[in-house]
């Protein structure tokens, strides 16, 4: 059974940072997967943040681009999100998914493992 755990969430200024971590297990060696970070911000809809590939591929909202990271550890089975300069628009509870893929692009497909979230809220 495949379980993710964020963590790192916090309530920082604008133009602050964070670093979200999600620790991953429950693969096998030999499976490929994809890891993303998703975010919803109360009232609004769920929105893809970042994505990763096995091969180090990276997607990224065009709301993130050039202020947020995404970044992994295969021996901690960590993967990261590292948050600058951050907006009042960024607060919402960030989760971290995963789905067994071998694909080198993540982005906008279905994950089928999600953790429980962690709250980010950034004050103006």
């Known amino acids: 059974q495949v379980q993710l755990v964020e963590s790192g969430g916090d309530s920082v200024q604008a133009g602050g940072s964070l670093r979200l971590s999600c620790t991953h297990s429950?693969?096998?060696?030999?499976?490929?997967?994809?890891l993303g970070w998703f975010r919803q911000a109360p009232g609004k809809e769920p929105e893809e943040v970042a994505t990763?590939?096995?091969?180090?591929?990276?997607t990224f909202a065009d709301s993130v681009k050039g202020r947020f990271a995404i970044s992994k550890d295969n021996v901690r089975k960590t993967l990261y999100l590292q948050m600058n300069r951050l907006e009042p628009e960024d607060t919402a509870i960030y989760y971290c998914?995963?789905?067994?893929?071998?694909?080198?692009?993540?982005?906008?497909?279905?994950?089928?493992?999600w953790g429980q979230g962690t709250q980010v809220t950034v004050s103006a």
């Open positions: 998914a995963a789905e067994t893929s071998r694909s080198t692009y993540c982005s906008h497909i279905t994950y089928s493992y």
């Open positions: 429950g693969y096998t060696s030999r499976n490929s997967y994809c």
């Open positions: 990763i590939s096995e091969y180090d591929t990276t």
